[in-house]
């Protein structure tokens, strides 16, 4: 791991403000297996700590203590993993899974839109059109990361024209119908290959169908969904926290109780997510969840603010510099990834007026 973590220290910054490594991530992160975290032995995985998707959440969290833009590939690459593992389609995911795990192959998921409507929020933006025992997709995603352009499959959901259940298929980038527009410019998280896809009448076939039932197995995969998203906070919160001791330590040690209040309040938030994607609790109780993955923003918020604090001004002297505004900058990533802050909150609203 040690080879990893130098690289992703080394190029952190640079994976942050521009594009230049956005095709090394990925071979970075395959050459140390993460991909092949929490996935089962006799498909492909390597043994972890409990293997099954708590060490993919943990790979996630130990990344993004460095980068969050490498957290935030390993997570659009292992939740596409994930998908199939989950899927009942077992000839797509013998056919994919191989070059998923050795990274050869780019998995993305442009699942916020499907995550949004599960909870009411917004209807689907692509559609189906019934084509023989598949599917002819017409839509757009707005925002899908891990786009690598030599090569990519993607996830979506489905709405049927017909009016029928929603679906979960994918696309592939050689696909004929399936546009991908640029990297979009972004102020941070560049390194990602993060485009938007326009489908225009793109085949999808029966092969390419990952769920048929869309409602019921975006909740059954939801934990690990938002589970490993998780991950990135677990990771860029410690991080700031480690940073945040350190100073304090070594300075008049004034916030040393309420850094090791937050570190504690890490542990457990920890304990608890990991608890709860183990037993299964969150795909009928998903409120709670939600509210461990607000508490976690928030937590990222109170550490990269330990961190600046610690540090005082000497936070702003570029001489001085370690990572701090990388980390305060991708600390503003978290409240908005799929499902963002503002939308669990209106979820757990809908919910609350639901059981009143
Ligand atoms: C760098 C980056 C990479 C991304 N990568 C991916 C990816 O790989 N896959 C993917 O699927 N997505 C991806 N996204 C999209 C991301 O998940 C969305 O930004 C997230 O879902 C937040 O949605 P939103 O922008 O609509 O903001 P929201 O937080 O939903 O809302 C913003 C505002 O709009 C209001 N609003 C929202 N919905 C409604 C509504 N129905 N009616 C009225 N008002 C409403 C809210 O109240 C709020 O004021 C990425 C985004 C970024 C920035």
Same mark, same amino acid.
């Given at each position: 791991?040690?080879?990893?973590?130098?690289?992703?220290?080394?190029?952190?910054?640079?994976?942050?403000?521009?594009?230049?490594?956005?095709?090394?991530?990925?071979?970075?992160?395959?050459?140390?297996?993460?991909?092949?975290?929490?996935?089962?032995?006799?498909?492909?995985?390597?043994?972890?700590?409990?293997?099954?998707?708590?060490?993919?959440?943990?790979?996630?969290?130990?990344?993004?203590?460095?980068?969050?833009?490498?957290?935030?590939?390993?997570?659009?690459?292992?939740?596409?993993?994930?998908?199939?593992?989950?899927?009942?389609?077992?000839?797509?995911?013998?056919?994919?899974?191989?070059?998923?795990?050795?990274?050869?192959?780019?998995?993305?998921?442009?699942?916020?839109?499907?995550?949004?409507?599960?909870?009411?929020?917004?209807?689907?933006?692509?559609?189906?059109?019934?084509?023989?025992?598949?599917?002819?997709?017409?839509?757009?995603?707005?925002?899908?990361?891990?786009?690598?352009?030599?090569?990519?499959?993607?996830?979506?959901?489905? =709405?049927?024209?017909?009016?029928?259940?929603?679906? +979960? !298929?994918?696309? *592939?980038? @050689?696909?004929? &119908?399936? %546009?991908?527009?640029?990297?979009?410019?972004?102020?941070?998280?560049?390194?990602?290959?993060?485009?938007?896809?326009?489908?225009?009448?793109?085949?999808?076939?029966?092969?390419?169908?990952?769920?048929?039932?869309?409602?019921?197995?975006?909740?059954?995969?939801?934990?690990?969904?938002?589970?490993?998203?998780?991950?990135?906070?677990?990771?860029?919160? =410690?991080?700031?926290?480690?940073?945040?001791?350190? +100073? !304090?330590?070594? *300075?008049? @040690?004034?916030? &040393?109780? %309420?850094?090791?209040?937050?570190?504690?309040?890490?542990?457990?938030?920890?304990?608890?997510?990991?608890?709860?994607?183990?037993?299964?609790?969150?795909?009928?109780?998903?409120?709670?969840?939600?509210?461990?993955?607000?508490?976690?923003?928030?937590?990222?918020?109170?550490?990269?603010?330990?961190?600046?604090?610690?540090?005082?001004?000497?936070?702003?002297?570029?001489?001085?510099?370690?990572?701090?505004?990388?980390?305060?900058?991708?600390?503003?990533?978290?409240?908005?990834?799929?499902?963002?802050?503002?939308?669990?909150?209106?979820?757990?609203?809908?919910?609350?007026?639901?059981?009143?």
């Amino acid at each position: 791991m040690a080879t990893l973590h130098d690289w992703l220290a080394q190029n952190a910054d640079t994976l942050d403000q521009s594009e230049s490594l956005s095709d090394e991530v990925m071979p970075a992160l395959a050459a140390h297996g993460s991909f092949r975290a929490g996935v089962p032995l006799a498909l492909g995985g390597e043994p972890g700590e409990y293997g099954d998707v708590r060490d993919a959440i943990l790979g996630i969290a130990d990344v993004a203590r460095y980068s969050v833009t490498a957290a935030f590939v390993y997570w659009g690459q292992r939740s596409f993993i994930e998908y199939l593992l989950q899927s009942s389609n077992t000839a797509l995911r013998d056919r994919l899974l191989p070059s998923l795990l050795d990274g050869s192959l780019a998995g993305a998921t442009g699942l916020s839109n499907a995550m949004k409507f599960l909870s009411g929020m917004e209807p689907l933006s692509v559609q189906g059109t019934a084509d023989g025992d598949g599917w002819r997709l017409n839509g757009k995603l707005a925002w899908i990361t891990n786009l690598r352009p030599q090569r990519f499959v993607a996830a979506a959901a489905v =709405a049927p024209v017909d009016g029928s259940t929603p679906l +979960v !298929a994918m696309f *592939a980038s @050689g696909d004929d &119908g399936v %546009q991908r527009s640029d990297n979009l410019q972004l102020i941070a998280m560049r390194g990602s290959h993060t485009a938007a896809v326009r489908l225009e009448n793109v085949a999808a076939p029966a092969d390419y169908v990952i769920a048929e039932q869309a409602p019921e197995w975006l909740a059954r995969v939801r934990p690990a969904f938002l589970g490993m998203q998780c991950g990135m906070s677990i990771g860029l919160a =410690a991080a700031s926290l480690d940073k945040a001791s350190q +100073v !304090a330590a070594a *300075a008049r @040690g004034q916030l &040393g109780e %309420q850094i090791a209040a937050a570190q504690q309040a890490l542990k457990a938030l920890t304990a608890q997510l990991l608890d709860g994607v183990a037993d299964g609790r969150f795909v009928t109780a998903a409120p709670s969840m939600f509210k461990l993955r607000i508490a976690l923003a928030e937590l990222v918020q109170q550490a990269v603010t330990l961190e600046l604090q610690a540090k005082g001004g000497h936070a702003y002297l570029v001489q001085e510099e370690d990572g701090f505004a990388r980390r305060w900058r991708e600390s503003a990533f978290i409240p908005v990834i799929t499902p963002s802050i503002t939308q669990l909150q209106a979820a757990l609203a809908k919910h609350a007026a639901a059981t009143q």
